[in-house]
């Protein structure tokens, strides 16, 4: 045996770190409601803090740990607390973070069947699961035409969409030749702006992606879109796609997938569903008529990471037609080649995304999933809704707030009736308080409070206190 320094951690350090680690992360749990939600540094206050040269020797590990209590907490804004209101939720839990740690712990790049069978296959079945359990259509189904995966956020779902979609329309000559300036696609004024960059990156241009106008519920117009699309076809250009939203960001609108799938049959275009965090509440069949008309996509996500206690990151990614989007994205050097492959018995989901290394990600989707069954996912996004219910209700009752969205959903969406500076007062003066943060958006050209209930262990105390706080806010005008 050498005497020579290793510098590794020994796996006996390891399970002793290891169990502090846990230990760390079971006590942050238990405080994470003691912190102010949001964080309070100024810009550059955590760099400032921290060494500018990095260690020539290395440290004991026990100061990593004291340093991210003492430099980085502070920087911290909390997203698990059940006081987070906050965009749409992250939420987290015991299962998922322990689902993730084993990922790390197992170190598999699964680019490849064979680069590590299970990788593949629990990925495959934990999807096929998902489509009876969010009751979609058999067609995403790895035993039929499509099949799911697992992307990294929703913008690299609709990313790959968007390529798909683009190289049916063009007879798989964009790639080849790339784009012309002809290719257009189809989004709402309010679908997220992922679908723009989705535009940028894959070649199209933002100018060809049309935003097509909304009703009065803030959902697309059908009749808007099939005029844009007549329009854009007699000017010679060539649609490929439509993004329908289930929830969109700024208000939770549903857009008529029903209506706007007709539309994309009568022109052959792919339609896109993006339902990123409302698509969780299909997991409860009495929310599925929100998004009727699913069974006609020809891709669909949503994001565990966002509602369904899945720790960031987890998109999960179908297409009715995988050869489509295999044959967008597949690409075999020689280095790549082996024989499971070669067979064609195999998924390789290098074929199925932008980048071609791949986490274990499957396995805390499962391990979620196997936690809490189907009975606890429902559980507790039904619990997530009735509260969000009761906020809106509040809100109704108040003479001086108004709801200024429907609120199909978890998300409610409200406003002071004073005007735009006083809910911008309001949301400061919250925020800054750090006993809870919530977000703004614009509906209507007017300043709109945000409130999503999400967070994996917000209760009914504490939606009661933050109607309680936004309503001391208020009374401070
Ligand atoms: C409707 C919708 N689509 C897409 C996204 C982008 O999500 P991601 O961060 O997974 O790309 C969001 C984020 O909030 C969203 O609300």
């Not at 933002?206 to 935003?211: A, K, Q």
């Not at 809910?423 to 919530?438: C, P, V």
């Not at 958006?441 to 009914?460: D, F, I, P, S, Y």
């Amino acid at each position: 045996m050498s005497n020579e320094k290793s510098f590794h951690m020994t796996p006996d350090e390891f399970r002793r770190h290891g169990h502090a680690v846990v230990d760390w992360i079971a006590d942050y749990q238990s405080r994470v409601e003691s912190f102010p939600v949001l964080s309070q540094v100024k810009p550059g206050e955590i760099r400032a803090s921290l060494p500018s040269d990095p260690p020539a020797k290395g440290e004991p590990f026990e100061a990593l740990l004291k340093d991210v209590e003492k430099l980085i907490l502070p920087g911290v804004t909390h997203w698990q607390s059940p006081n987070f209101f906050a965009y749409f939720p992250c939420n987290a839990s015991g299962p998922g973070i322990l689902g993730d740690l084993l990922s790390s712990g197992l170190g598999v790049q699964g680019m490849l069947w064979s680069t590590s069978p299970a990788c593949t296959e629990l990925e495959t079945h934990v999807l096929d699961w998902l489509v009876s359990m969010l009751g979609l259509s058999d067609k995403f189904l790895s035993s039929s035409t499509g099949g799911g995966v697992i992307q990294d956020t929703a913008s690299s779902a609709a990313l790959c969409a968007l390529l798909a979609a683009r190289e049916q329309a063009t007879n798989y000559l964009s790639n080849q030749k790339g784009c012309d300036g002809r290719i257009v696609a189809y989004a709402s004024t309010q679908t997220h702006s992922s679908l723009q960059k989705a535009a940028m990156i894959a070649g199209i241009g933002v100018d060809n992606l049309r935003l097509i106008e909304v009703d009065d519920k803030f959902a697309m117009r059908p009749e808007a879109l099939a005029r844009q699309v007549e329009a854009d076809r007699r000017a010679g250009l060539l649609p490929c796609l439509v993004c329908a939203t289930v929830g969109t960001t700024s208000s939770n609108a549903m857009d008529p997938i029903a209506e706007i799938a007709k539309v994309c049959q009568q022109q052959g275009l792919w339609l896109h569903v993006d339902a990123a965090m409302s698509g969780t509440a299909a997991l409860c069949p009495e929310f599925r008529h929100l998004q009727n008309g699913v069974e006609f996509a020809d891709s669909y996500n949503f994001n565990p990471h966002k509602w369904m206690f899945t720790n960031f990151d987890c998109n999960c990614f179908w297409v009715a037609d995988r050869k489509a989007l295999i044959q967008t994205l597949s690409i075999l050097p020689e280095y790549l080649r082996n024989q499971a492959t070669e067979s064609g018995a195999v998924i390789d989901y290098r074929d199925w995304h932008i980048q071609l290394g791949r986490r274990f990600r499957s396995l805390k989707l499962w391990f979620v999933i196997r936690h809490y069954g189907i009975e606890g996912l429902q559980h507790h996004i039904r619990r997530h809704v009735q509260l969000a219910q009761t906020f809106a209700h509040w809100v109704r009752e108040d003479e001086d707030f108004e709801l200024a969205a429907p609120v199909p959903l978890n998300l409610v969406c409200f406003r002071h009736k004073s005007g735009d500076a006083a809910n911008q007062t309001i949301m400061e003066r919250l925020n800054r308080s750090g006993d809870l943060f919530l977000t703004h958006t614009k509906l209507n050209g007017k300043m709109t409070l945000r409130l999503c209930v999400g967070q994996t262990h917000t209760e009914a105390r504490h939606v009661e206190r933050a109607w309680k706080r936004i309503c001391q806010e208020a009374d401070r005008q």
